[in-house]
């Protein structure tokens, strides 16, 4: 089964433990799972990234930071990247 994480909570919320330790589990299970990174979300990319597979939106990346440096281990991506991600995936989470 496939599991994509949407996370476009932001930087002061569990949610991200939350993600991590689901996506985690997925994959010891045997599973595959990716996050998606939005909104708010993308300040989690560098605590992610490496971890799993990350894609984070370019444009929400670029409009909350003044510096939209590489992020090692993440894919910067766009809506576009989230709707395919969401067609191929078994199972959609969404933490906001």
Do not use: N, Y
């Amino acid at each position: 089964m496939k599991f994509l994480f949407v996370l476009t909570a932001g930087p002061r919320t569990e949610a991200v433990a939350t993600v991590a330790a689901l996506a985690g589990a997925a994959t010891d299970q045997g599973h595959q799972a990716e996050v998606f990174l939005a909104g708010d979300g993308v300040a989690h990319a560098g605590e992610l990234g490496g971890r799993l597979p990350v894609t984070l939106c370019d444009a929400d990346l670029r409009w909350r930071q003044a510096d939209a440096a590489e992020i090692e281990g993440v894919r910067r991506g766009s809506l576009r990247d989230l709707a395919r991600s969401c067609r191929d995936a078994d199972r959609v989470l969404v933490f906001r």
